[in-house]
């Protein structure tokens, strides 16, 4: 199935049970409902999928369930974050066999590459594969920053389509634009700048509150190519405060809550990370409750996020 690297695409939680086994029942639930809203693409194992404590076996049992669960319907997509590359390559080639649609991909993890290091990473990563890959530029949180000389250097190769842009500079998206053309896709990573992004030309955007909020977050894209702005501005500043647990260290455990409360799945997390508890489980169940009881009246839209 091809990627088309436009609209949205859930980067999905992991759902856990209490024992910290994996719950597939949970996930599957969670994502016939992002696809029932209208996504376009399925994520599995970046940092909401808390691809740190998944081993391999259990990141292609999540595989394999996303990809029975989408039955053709949208892509499947594999984060890619390993510190050696010839680890990174094997996953790759392993995944493309189990039935992979495409890959997210971050530079070299705890260690900041240089430039070099970086384009020889992905260049070889890319080598490994036939399938299309989306890199994931997000220098505040993994500290290695894709610049504009990298990207000019790994256009060579064909693969490379797509950039989730996170480095948290707006201007960023028009300078990709002004250098690059249509070259890349370009794909808001920071759900507080998404809408702003994808006014700026961006093609789409991997988010973290659609996790909870499918159809609203589909809205918003759709209002936007329909040329229905200030629609689009509504449901997006109602959605704000829920947006901003996206860009905090405990965003899994916000997103999950968030989640819960909105019966798409589970608080239940794998140590060493915790639930919420006391004064901040208190707020920020304030917050999504908030949010949840002034949902916004979401208007018929003829859009299509799916990509002809």
């Keep these: 199935m091809t990627v088309k690297w436009k609209g949205i695409f859930p980067a999905v939680t992991t759902k856990f049970k209490s024992d910290e086994s994996i719950d597939f029942e949970l996930f599957s639930k969670n994502i016939e409902a992002q696809i029932d809203a209208g996504v376009n693409g399925i994520i599995l194992g970046g940092t909401l999928g808390e691809s740190g404590v998944l081993t391999k076996k259990e990141k292609f049992e999540l595989v394999h369930e996303a990809i029975k669960t989408a039955s053709g319907r949208v892509p499947v997509i594999l984060n890619i974050a390993e510190q050696r590359t010839s680890d990174a390559v094997n996953?790759?080639?392993?995944?493309?066999?189990?039935?992979?649609?495409?890959?997210?991909?971050?530079?070299?993890?705890?260690?900041?590459?240089?430039?070099r290091e970086t384009i020889e990473y992905i260049g070889t990563i890319a080598n490994g594969t036939s399938l299309p890959i989306m890199i994931y530029n997000n220098p505040v949180d993994y500290k290695t920053e894709i610049t504009l000389r990298m990207f000019e250097k790994l256009a060579i190769h064909k693969n490379i389509q797509a950039v989730k842009e996170s480095t948290r500079d707006i201007s960023n998206v028009t300078?990709?634009?002004?250098?690059?053309?249509?070259?890349?896709?370009?794909?808001?990573?920071?759900?507080?700048?998404?809408?702003?992004?994808?006014?700026?030309?961006?093609?789409?955007?991997?988010?973290?509150?659609?996790?909870?909020f499918p159809k609203e977050t589909v809205a918003i894209f759709n209002l936007i190519q329909e040329g229905k702005i200030d629609e689009a501005r509504k449901i997006y500043q109602w959605f704000l405060p829920l947006l901003e647990l996206d860009i905090h260290p405990k965003l899994v455990q916000y997103i999950k809550l968030a989640?819960?409360?909105?019966?798409?799945?589970?608080?239940?997390?794998?140590?060493?990370?915790?639930?919420?508890?006391?004064?901040?489980?208190?707020?920020?169940?304030?917050?999504?409750?908030?949010?949840?009881?002034?949902?916004?009246?979401?208007?018929?839209?003829?859009?299509?996020?799916?990509?002809?």
């Design 91 to 115: 996953y790759v080639k392993e995944a493309e066999k189990e039935g992979a649609n495409g890959f997210m991909l971050l530079p070299p993890l705890r260690y900041p590459s240089d430039e």
């Design 175 to 212: 300078r990709m634009i002004n250098l690059f053309g249509d070259r890349y896709k370009i794909l808001s990573g920071v759900d507080t700048l998404a809408m702003e992004s994808i006014l700026m030309g961006a093609q789409g955007w991997v988010a973290g509150l659609v996790c909870a």
């Design 259 to 308: 989640e819960t409360l909105n019966n798409l799945g589970s608080e239940h997390v794998r140590k060493p990370r915790l639930t919420l508890i006391g004064e901040e489980r208190e707020r920020i169940t304030k917050i999504i409750t908030a949010g949840i009881n002034s949902r916004p009246k979401l208007p018929q839209s003829k859009a299509k996020t799916q990509a002809a």
